[in-house]
């Protein structure tokens, strides 16, 4: 059986792999990592990438609204998460 990471450390490595990402890239691109676990959903999500910002591991790089009103912000990894993902378990 895989291991699987904890699902901010692959937000993380996500990030590191793209230039830019939404909540909604994330809930479509690690479905078939994550897709029976609760937290694969768009609140947790928004709040596990808040909590990755807050640390300075992402930041925020434009918001845009969606058609139903709702912000939805695009992130990118920071040069400080770069530099952390060594201190991070490998995939």
Do not use: W
Request: charged share 25%; hydrophobic share 30%.
């Amino acid at each position: 059986m895989g291991h699987t990471l904890p699902l901010r450390f692959r937000i993380v490595h996500y990030a590191s792999g793209t230039e830019r990402f939404t909540v909604n890239d994330l809930l479509r691109d690690l479905k078939d990592e994550y897709g029976n676990e609760r937290q694969l959903c768009f609140k947790m999500l928004s709040q596990h990438c808040e909590s990755l910002r807050a640390s300075g591991l992402i930041e925020p790089e434009d918001v845009d609204i969606t058609p139903d009103g709702q912000p939805l912000v695009t992130y990118r990894i920071t040069e400080y998460g770069t530099s952390r993902l060594s201190y991070l378990p490998d995939r």
